[in-house]
């Protein structure tokens, strides 16, 4: 039987959440939040999404405990063995190493890409596209025009060719990447601050002292941060393809590191033969770009004010 003082307690703290006249902050952002999820949770392709990139985490954070063999771990005589091998469910490389393994240790690999080119490229972006739309004049135009040249290259090729000049390695992938990442985010926040700079509340600001690094800090960047958290979440399939596409080309990851785009890398002389040592990765590329596009799609439906 359903409990009453239980259903009670749900009925109020959701009518508490969902109130327009909040008693304190807190419960305004409470509130805030809990109309975005319920909005959110309508997609159901975004929750899909979502539950996909919350099991990509779980996978990278435990991924000792869920491999079943040591992903740098060579036995010969157990090379290429195909899928439902007993001991080796996903079968095998080339060097006898459990795929399921390498692919368990990638995520951690995947995941550490993503999180470290989105903290690099978003900040550099926000405070290179407030700094220009804010200013406006001559720091406007140069500032652009750097973005428009980075722009006018492929971000592969552009990170190519980063990473040819730094040298192979994920430290200079990682890098590389994010040094290609960070325009679209400028033109993203220029165009936000464009359109708040002359807003009142700005022109208080102004009246009452605060410096430039002040109202950029606390007044527009915070108006910014929404639309760079959907641009982010969209882009990180991007980010994702490519770091396996310079894995591939052996310019991101190193043997023996359990990289999914090395791994496919060293697979695709076996691909006709054994399908599944360059397969198996590829389809965990292709499910993790396919989730962050989905939970990015979510998050522009709740976080776009021009979507309401």
């Not at 959907?230 to 990851?253: E, N, P, S």
């Not at 090395?262 to 389809?283: E, F, K, N």
Request: charged share 15%.
């Amino acid at each position: 039987m359903n409990n009453p003082r239980a259903s009670g307690a749900t009925t109020t703290w959701r009518a508490q959440l969902l109130t327009d006249t909040p008693a304190s902050r807190n419960q305004a952002r409470l509130g805030q939040f809990y109309r975005g999820w319920l909005q959110f949770k309508r997609n159901r392709l975004a929750v899909l999404g979502l539950l996909i990139v919350l099991l990509l985490i779980v996978v990278a954070a435990f991924a000792p405990w869920i491999a079943t063999h040591d992903p740098y771990a060579q036995d010969l005589a157990r090379r290429l063995l195909p899928p439902g091998t007993p001991g080796n469910w996903l079968g095998t490389d080339e060097f006898g190493r459990d795929t399921f393994s390498r692919l368990v240790y990638g995520a951690r690999i995947t995941l550490m890409i993503v999180v470290l080119v989105a903290a690099i490229a978003a900040p550099i972006g926000l405070l290179v596209g407030t700094a220009a739309g804010y200013a406006g004049g001559w720091l406007d135009a140069v500032l652009m025009r750097v973005t428009d040249v980075f722009l006018a290259f492929p971000s592969l090729i552009l990170a190519l060719a980063f990473v040819a000049a730094l040298g192979p390695g994920i430290e200079n992938a990682i890098i590389a990447i994010a040094l290609t990442a960070w325009p679209p985010y400028a033109r993203i926040a220029r165009a936000e601050t464009i359109t708040i700079r002359n807003s009142d509340y700005i022109a208080v600001a102004r009246m009452q002292g605060a410096r430039t690094a002040r109202i950029l800090w606390a007044y527009i960047m915070p108006l910014c941060v929404a639309s760079l958290v959907v641009r982010v979440t969209l882009d990180m399939a991007g980010i994702i393809l490519t770091a396996a596409g310079l894995g591939f080309l052996g310019l991101g990851a190193q043997p023996p590191m359990a990289e999914w785009g090395a791994m496919i890398s060293a697979g695709r002389r076996y691909v006709l033969d054994q399908w599944w040592v360059a397969t198996i990765p590829g389809i965990a590329i292709i499910t993790v770009s396919l989730a962050f596009n989905l939970l990015g799609d979510g998050l522009r439906d709740v976080l776009d004010p021009r979507k309401s």
